[in-house]
């Protein structure tokens, strides 16, 4: 069976890119407010996605949970703070406010994988699993798009 955790790791591939292009535009100083748009949405979607299992985490760790939770609000608060800079044209607040999402949205990426992925792996039953898949795929994502390729019949 498929795990909760392989198809949440699928996204943040996807994320992951998204951010390698942001930390590209910061560092060339270009195409920095397409990259933190389409990062950011990426982002945005990916947490909406991510928060059922967040929420089954959180009977098991509810202060990992809740530190993953603060991370994700934390990211799209930089977002909307960089929206609002760029309306305002506050070049400097860009750049500090798009390194400070980047940074936040990546260093969340490596503590679930590290820290909570392994957890959920180890606590949740079969079942729990299971429930979770399908509300990803509810949710229009997740079981659907992955890297399956012709031939793979799992
Ligand atoms: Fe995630």
Redesign the pocket.
Known sequence: MREITEC?KEE?RALEESLDALEAAIASGSGLAECVSRAAARARE?YRR?AAFLDRLGQYEPELAAKLRAQHEEACEMAEHFEQAREAEQIGDMCALARRFHAIAQH??IE?ERDGFPLAVRCFTNREQRELIDTLAEAGLGTKTPSRRAGDSR
């Open positions: 949440l943040h990916h991510e969340n990426l679930e």
